[in-house]
């Protein structure tokens, strides 16, 4: 047997052996995990009462590791204490930047007329349409100022 054919051979094998364990881990469909967030830091834990309508901004900044895709948005979504949505915010992220790891930031306003336990959820979603995982925070509205 000649050389070249067993050279050949053996590319063919490493080739197809390749293609079948998903090009040595890369993965074509960029099915899978999205990314994933932590260390949610936010501001106010509470915030005065007001009758008269107002709102306050609810801002913060959480942590970030992409895997294949870049960030095309930041969700937040605020609940009362009945479970109920009464505020969101989506920022779309036009410049995502292509680093794995990063520190990104969120706001939405919230009203202040009633007072209570709120709750509130930060996700994004990446390019491809998959959401990370939520990252929950609390805060009050109170008239104890």
């Known amino acids: 047997m000649k050389i070249s054919t067993i050279i050949g051979a053996m590319a063919w094998l490493f080739l197809g052996t390749l293609f079948a364990t998903g090009l040595g881990g890369c993965s074509l469909d960029n099915k899978g995990k999205g990314p994933e967030i932590a260390n949610l830091v936010y501001i106010p834990q509470q915030a005065p009462v007001d009758d008269e309508g107002k709102t306050t901004a609810l801002n913060g900044t959480f942590d970030i590791v992409r895997k294949n895709a870049e960030t095309a948005s930041v969700r937040t979504i605020v609940y009362d204490a009945q479970g109920k ?30 007072k209570g336990d709120y709750t509130f959820q930060v996700a994004v979603t990446d390019s491809t349409g998959r959401e990370s995982n939520k990252l929950d925070g609390t805060f009050a509205v109170t008239d104890l100022f």
């Open 85 to 114: 949505e009464v505020s969101s915010e989506t920022i779309p992220l036009s410049d995502a930047a292509l680093r794995t790891a990063d520190t990104l930031a969120f706001g939405v306003d919230v009203s202040t007329s009633k």
